[in-house]
């Protein structure tokens, strides 16, 4: 059983402050990473997606991945209190044959609560 | 630009009850299709995913079934809702890595 586990939370922070969200995933040969935030009662919306080791920048916000260590993280710069909502960690799925089956797998997310 | 329809928003069926819901993608051809479900406090659980008309893999054991009959449309159906089913059941689109998601329908079996 392929898994993608997240901090459940809650993480509060500072308005303007950095938060720092964490994810590890099991299997070796993920290739795609993906973050998503909930909003309370809405449906997840893409933010990131990342392929390659390293750092991807957009905005305020930073997401790593280190394959070695099975990680990925996503950082907020500058949080602000519209920031709130449960972040999901998303890991594309792989056959046994090593190609990719199209599926994602989903942590249970982390809330997030970023206070004026 | 790709749109993501479901309907409908909200869902107050009694146990027992047949369920239909509906997706439909506009601005794409041949996406892969997905549903889920979210429990109340837990995580997203693939129930369905589709890579072509009629074509379906099912996730889990349940009483509930998904079919696509056209190219962009993908419906979830159950014919006796359960307690258990209660959720917010969420579409998805993949071109084929990413996926976005639909507004999703909540569902409430009493």
């Known amino acids: 059983q392929k898994e993608v586990e997240q901090n459940s939370g809650p993480l509060s922070v500072p308005e303007g402050a950095i938060a720092s969200l964490n994810c590890t995933y099991s299997d070796r040969g993920s290739q795609s990473f993906f973050w998503y935030r909930q909003y309370s009662g809405k449906s997840p919306e893409l933010i990131m997606f990342?392929?390659?080791?390293g750092d991807k920048e957009d905005g305020r916000f930073t997401a790593q991945l280190n394959k070695a260590s099975q990680y990925v993280s996503l950082l907020i710069r500058d949080s602000q209190p519209s920031d709130s909502a449960t972040y999901l960690c998303a890991v594309d799925a792989r056959s046994p044959s090593g190609g990719s089956n199209y599926k994602l797998t989903f942590g249970k997310g982390t809330l997030l609560t970023v206070n004026p | 630009s790709q749109t993501i329809h479901q309907w409908p928003a909200t869902l107050v069926q009694p146990v027992g009850s047949p369920l239909s819901l509906e997706c439909t993608v506009e601005?794409?051809?041949?996406?892969?299709l997905y549903w889920y479900r979210q429990a109340a406090g837990r995580g997203l659980q693939l129930l369905f995913y589709?890579?072509?008309?009629?074509?379906i893999s099912s996730e889990v054991p349940q009483n509930l079934s998904a079919s696509r009959p056209q190219d962009r449309q993908f419906i979830l159906s159950s014919k006796k809702l359960l307690l258990s089913d209660s959720g917010f059941y969420l579409c998805?689109?993949?071109?084929?890595?990413?996926?976005?998601f639909g507004p999703g329908t909540r569902l409430t079996v009493l």
């Open positions: 589709s890579v072509g008309i009629g074509q």
């Open positions: 601005g794409t051809s041949n996406p892969n």
């Open positions: 998805a689109w993949s071109p084929r890595g990413e996926q976005f």
């Open positions: 990342i392929y390659s080791n």
